[in-house]
């Protein structure tokens, strides 16, 4: 088994919560620092079917560049981990809001456990 990466000490992970990322919405984190965003992701609970969700980000309103990915269907399985680094928008100040936002169009119910990486500045 190949060892893990290590993870720099000036990073701190923040999750939100989706009850069903198969249904349109939002879900929402705070920023408990000043930093940029490194990297977005997902951890789905369950499969999703009939189509795949698309996942946008925003930070205190506005979108993050880079900051979309998929959640697919074909093959989907509870635990399937998406991730994404986004490219542009991605600084935060404390407090900041970090929305992780669903357009629902797949089925099933699909909780699901966002997070975003955070290196402090």
Same mark, same amino acid.
């Given at each position: 088994?190949? &060892?893990?990466? @290590?993870?720099? &000490?000036?990073?701190?992970? $923040?999750?939100? !919560?989706?009850? #069903?990322? %198969?249904? @349109?919405? %939002?879900?929402?984190?705070?920023? @408990?620092?000043?930093?940029? $965003? ?5 951890? =789905? !609970?369950? /499969? *999703?079917? =009939?189509? #795949?969700?698309?996942?946008? +980000? ?5 979108? *993050? ?10 093959? /989907?399985? /509870?635990?399937? $981990?998406?991730? *994404? *680094? ?10 900041? %809001?970090?929305?992780?936002? %669903? ?6 119910? $699909?909780?699901? +456990?966002?997070?975003? #990486?955070?290196?402090?500045?």
């Amino acid at each position: 088994m190949a &060892l893990a990466n @290590p993870r720099p &000490l000036d990073i701190i992970r $923040v999750f939100a !919560h989706m009850a #069903d990322c %198969s249904t @349109p919405g %939002s879900t929402f984190t705070a920023a @408990p620092c000043r930093g940029r $965003v490194m990297k977005m992701g997902s951890v =789905t !609970h369950a /499969a *999703v079917t =009939t189509a #795949d969700n698309a996942i946008t +980000t925003r930070i205190n309103g506005a979108a *993050v560049t880079g900051g979309g990915w998929t959640i697919a269907f074909t093959g /989907a399985a /509870a635990g399937d $981990v998406d991730t *994404v *680094v986004p490219a542009g928008g991605n600084t935060v100040n404390e407090n900041d %809001s970090i929305e992780f936002v %669903s357009d629902g169009a797949g089925s099933g119910t $699909v909780p699901t +456990t966002f997070f975003a #990486d955070i290196r402090i500045a």
